[in-house]
């Protein structure tokens, strides 16, 4: 099962704190010496060193010229900004809008072979119509109370799409049959949304599952999340996204699919929830 979302984050500033307490170490230097070199207090050393305050890359140059080992800083900087950006909080994504965050996904989908994505509250967004897509992302907007430009949104979600029907691209997607009776605009948008999945089902790139509220749990309801070519996964929170590279994390999301593909039903076993959920559409 996926262990807590953050826990890449945190190996990774753990990491970065072991080598600082290392390169400290090596350098016969006390916390209070490395202190006094770089004009701190002795607190901020116990800080960094226990990973309670991630360090700045100047906080890492300082450490590093105190102990003598300049050379040290470039890489232990790189694997500093790699832990930040493991866990990015949304506002941050989305503090110019919408738009931009749509198209930066674009390389991503370009180089992935195999996409897989389980969506637990929502349909999948390479597979949203313009309809629901302005619906969800108007209510990003509102919530998030950031700048409004849900239309360029729209187009920049709608646009990315076309990567399922291009390229040598295959796409697994899985989606509990909640998200198919959870209403996301008006009656007819949803309607519409569910009569583009039943058409989507043809693609010759996707899989489409749905997991139907009868299926033998082996498997709990998790966080939405994405695995790209077992090289990265996403995970959804409310707060932030997460992009998982630990080998270990990583592998247990993949897991996690599998165990979801299982539960899934396809071909016209899912074409029935959806028409199901097309006809309780009022």
């Given at each position: 099962m996926p262990v807590s979302p953050s826990s890449s984050v945190q190996a990774a500033r753990k990491a970065v704190a072991d080598r600082l307490h290392e390169i400290r170490r090596e350098s016969g230097l006390s916390g209070a010496q490395v202190a006094e070199r770089a004009g701190w207090y002795k607190s901020k050393v116990?800080?960094?060193?226990?990973?309670?305050t991630p360090p700045s890359d100047a906080d890492i140059r300082a450490w590093c010229a105190a102990c003598g080992a300049e050379d040290r800083a470039p890489d232990l900087i790189a694997a500093s900004r790699s832990a930040d950006t493991m866990y990015v909080d949304w506002r941050r994504l989305q503090r110019t809008g919408?738009?931009?965050?749509?198209?930066?996904?674009?390389?991503?989908?370009?180089?992935?072979?195999?996409?897989?994505?389980?969506?637990?509250?929502?349909v999948p967004g390479l597979l949203q119509t313009d309809g629901y897509a302005r619906a969800l992302?108007?209510?990003?907007y509102a919530f998030r109370q950031i700048p409004n430009d849900v239309e360029a949104a729209v187009a920049a979600r709608v646009e990315r799409s076309r990567v399922i029907r291009e390229g040598d691209h295959r796409f697994a997607l899985l989606v509990e049959e909640s998200v198919l009776r959870h209403r996301m605009g008006s009656a007819e948008v949803m309607a519409g949304q569910l009569g583009y999945l039943l058409s989507v089902m043809a693609f010759p790139s996707v899989?489409?599952?749905v997991i139907p509220f009868t299926a033998d749990r082996r498997m709990w309801v998790t966080e939405t999340f994405s695995?790209?070519?077992?090289?990265?996964?996403q995970v959804e929170t409310l707060t932030a996204q997460l992009n998982i590279t630990a080998p270990g994390e990583l592998e247990q999301y993949v897991r996690a699919f599998g165990e979801f593909s299982k539960l899934a039903v396809y071909g016209s076993a899912a074409r029935s929830?959806?028409?199901a959920a097309i006809e309780a559409v009022e």
């Open positions: 116990s800080r960094l060193e226990n990973a309670v919408l738009a931009r965050l749509q198209e930066s996904y674009v390389p991503l989908y370009e180089r992935t072979r195999t996409t897989r994505v389980y969506c637990s509250n929502v992302l108007g209510s990003i899989s489409f599952g695995v790209y070519d077992d090289a990265q996964a929830l959806i028409t």
